[in-house]
């Protein structure tokens, strides 16, 4: 029996021991826990290939068999027993091979049958020094090998390598001891049946399902809980030995999940990254966009040193001292200054920029958010997300959505836009029943396998559908429910003031899930122009005083700043002069265009930038940046949950964003304008959030701002869109592999659509067309198109319009 204490209630879970005996050692241990598990609570490691804590018991490889006598009550068993599959039973006996020479015998006889055929090329394959099979070859298996006399001549079956299941995943089959991990893992974790067991008996082996592409975004994992060398990477394999890589624990940059990470370096190189155990993120499980896409902090694009325009209005190379001091008399001249940050922040950098608006250019023009976004969406971040974390009152973690009794999704495709928390998901509705709600215009593959319930909405809808959850119908919600939304919700007029309202009514709990790594951070370190760090608005007189004595100024900004929209504007009507922008990407703003004319239109531009792109190509002083695996940090996850990392490889060549941002202030300050920061490293910057609370601010009361959704010409349609997880990013470059594992860009339509115009359409927006194949999905909304965004063409906003917006469908050429 066990008792915890929550929201000062006392549950009691009732837990049924049973006492066993292992090897000598009495022990009480949960009912129906396997064998396997239980020996390890005392110690004892049985060999074993095909167990996995997270896969169902299979009992394949037969290397964990056990003894189990009969101890006079009924328990035991003639035979060795696979302890991977048995579970205790009162008053069990067991022996293992530590204490029972008939177990020992039993693993060694199987260890020499998986060995009659398996390759001894550990020399060159890539498991070789982290591979259990040759780990338990030596503790388990027979030192002499009888396979030479057993009239066979000494040839092994042997097959033409490598079989590629996808461009990235390859299959080497005589290493395979088809201990089916891989196909077990494809079936019950991502649900992506992708691999599967061919062939019967002593041919049976690994291949590709029938009638089933390789199309996961998971697929990676099979690699890592290959017991074997049968799976490999394209782009790790024959790279390095593991005994030559320095492995540093990390977390993955590239949504919102925060995952734990390893990632395997040697001489400054990445050679690999694999997921790390955290049973409270990502369990053992990554993205195979974790995975894979880090290769971008290499690319030939990769900016290694200051730039400065000159007066010939070129850009040149310039040293560090020299580019902060052109960069503060820029600035200081400009006028006016607006911030934009994007979303690749780590928490410490959002915290350098949010100090440096406030106290080096004495303005609240700055906003984290590039992307599409509302004034509505301010309001609703500061009232219900930030400064808050797991454990909190009404906080939401991966553990409740996976034993949730309903989860709503609202402008949120959780196996595109949050990998883990799909998984989550999914898990919860096969094992837990939880029920899952989604608001959207069709079922997308990653619904159907969380047996989601749709709720047809067409882009604008959003608001009513969840007006209508707040009613006790088929399709309610009650305090039992988590109402999930995504960043895209901030598109739909008075959709997120909807959620608000309805967990209010319902007692349903609230989370709000970003796409990027570094929104949440930036959120709770106040890089939006209506809140201070912590979540204080900048409208409340105490906030900004705490916050000025915390910084050591005298005031700061009393007024509300402009958004990322207002500043843009403020730039191109000359309100503005200059612009300090970092990691955004003009085709991901609302309008890309208007972002682009923005810049050219600032007097003075200061560019913090991983590598050269249009924005740096513009801008008068350029600083290299370091990516997230050259520095130390914080990345907050949509949770709330800190994540922090260390730097896995130093390189000169470039800086924290907070470091070059402490350097323009500190010029800054001697030419009269504002003060330092008082800060050069991630510590300091840790310090000062520490004492200043950075992460415990007194949100905001929400005040609700509803409006009313446009109406266009009925012939035309409604644009739909979100990013597949793997599309056009810059992030995702620089491995062609990955790259040829996305998903194709096409056009999803209704059935009516597609007998009209054929397999082939053309989308026409306000801003210009594109054309792909068709794809019918039956419980589409009539009036809608779907189109990935940011995998056709230039990206979807710059070559159509906005998501929502109205566009023609015809038929293609």
Known sequence: MSTSQTDGQTEVDQVELVSVTIDGIQIDVPKDMLVIRAAELIGVQIPRFCDHPLLEPVGACRQCLIEVPDAGNGRGFPKPQAACTLPVAPGMVVHTQMTSAVADKAQHGVMELLLINHPLDCPVCDKGGECPLQNQAISNGNSESRFLSS??????????????????????RERCIVCQRCTRFAEEIPGDPFISLIERGAMQQIGIAEDAPFLSYFAGNTIQICPVGALTSESYRFRSRPFDLVSSPSIAEQDACGSAIRIDHRRGKVMRRLSGNDPEVNEEWITDKDRFAFTYATVPERLTYPQVRDADGELRPASW???????????????????????????????????????????????????????????FLASYVAATGPGEAGSVTFTDLENAATVVLAGFEPEDEAGAIFLRLRKGALHHGTRVLAIAPFTTRGLSKMNATLLPTAPGGETAVLTELRNQGEHGVDETAIILVGERLATVPGALSAAAATAEATGARLAWVPRRAGDRGALDTGCLPTLLPGGRPVSDPAARVDVAAAWGVDSLPAHPGRDGEAIVAGLVNGQLGGLV???????????????????????????????????????????????????????????????????????????????????????????????????RTVEEVWSEMEQLGAWDGARAEFDPAIAATGQADADAMVLSTWKLMLDQGTMQDGDKYLAATARPAVAVVSRAVYDACGPTVTVTGERGSVTLPAEVADDLVEGVVWIPANSAGNGLLTDLGKPGSRVTVTGGN
């Open 151 to 172: 009239g066979s001549g000494g040839v092994k079956r042997t097959f033409p390598k490598p079989i590629n299941l996808s461009p990235q995943i390859l299959l080497d």
């Open 321 to 379: 001292p020299e580019a902060f001091a052109v960069a503060a008399r820029g600035l200081a001249a400009a006028g006016g200054v607006g911030v934009l940050t994007g979303g690749r922040l780590t928490g410490e950098d959002a915290y350098a920029y949010s100090k440096f608006a406030r106290v080096a250019l004495g303005t609240n023009d700055i906003d984290f958010r590039s992307r599409p976004h509302s004034a509505e969406e301010a309001a």
């Open 581 to 679: 922008i970092g990691g955004v990407d003009p085709a991901d703003t609302l309008d890309p265009e208007a972002t682009r004319a923005a810049i050219a239109a600032a007097s003075f531009v200061v560019s913090l930038e991983l590598r050269s792109t249009e924005v740096t190509a513009a801008a008068d002083v350029v600083f290299p940046v370091a990516p997230a695996v050259e520095k130390a940090g914080t990345y907050v996850n949509w949770e709330g949950r800190i994540r922090d990392f260390d730097r896995a490889i130093k390189n000169v060549a470039s800086l924290p964003d907070l470091r070059i941002l402490a350097g323009i202030a500190d010029e800054l300050a001697a030419l009269g304008q504002g003060r330092p920061l008082g800060f």
